[in-house]
């Protein structure tokens, strides 16, 4: 059982940046591939980052591509989400996610394939 714990939102103007940490505890670390979703209200839950479990290999979504960076410290059980040039349209409670793959390069980016689940930390950016 892993618990996932979110920290570092906020409230920050159009332009900022924000950087979200997420602590894994109760597993194996870096057996995990690790995923940033997020959920704005009257939306879907969409992925904007994931990560394998060797940080080799990492994804984007569109909308976030060339803002956003994703990382993690296996030692440290930790995973980022780095996020620069914030619009209104971040704003969503963001989630961090665990999912326990076998290959070292695996990326996930469907949240039905994610076994894990952090509480969500609220990200509020202002125009």
């Known amino acids: 059982q892993v618990q996932l714990v979110e920290s570092g939102g906020g409230l920050v103007q159009a332009g900022g940046s924000l950087k979200l940490s997420c602590a894994a505890s109760?597993?194996?670390?870096?057996?995990?591939?690790m995923g940033w979703f997020r959920q704005a209200p009257g939306k879907e839950r969409e992925c904007v980052a994931a990560v394998s479990r060797s940080g080799g290999v990492t994804y984007y979504a569109d909308s976030v591509k060339g803002r956003f960076t994703i990382s993690r410290d296996n030692a440290d059980n930790m995973v980022y989400l780095q996020m620069n040039r914030l619009t209104p349209e971040d704003t969503a409670v963001y989630y961090c996610?665990?999912?326990?793959?076998?290959?070292?390069?695996?990326?996930?980016?469907?949240?039905?394939?994610?076994?894990?689940w952090g509480q969500g930390t609220q990200v509020t950016v202002s125009s």
């Open positions: 109760g597993g194996t670390f870096s057996n995990y591939a």
């Open positions: 996610a665990a999912n326990l793959r076998p290959g070292v390069f695996s990326i996930v980016t469907k949240a039905a394939d994610y076994n894990y």
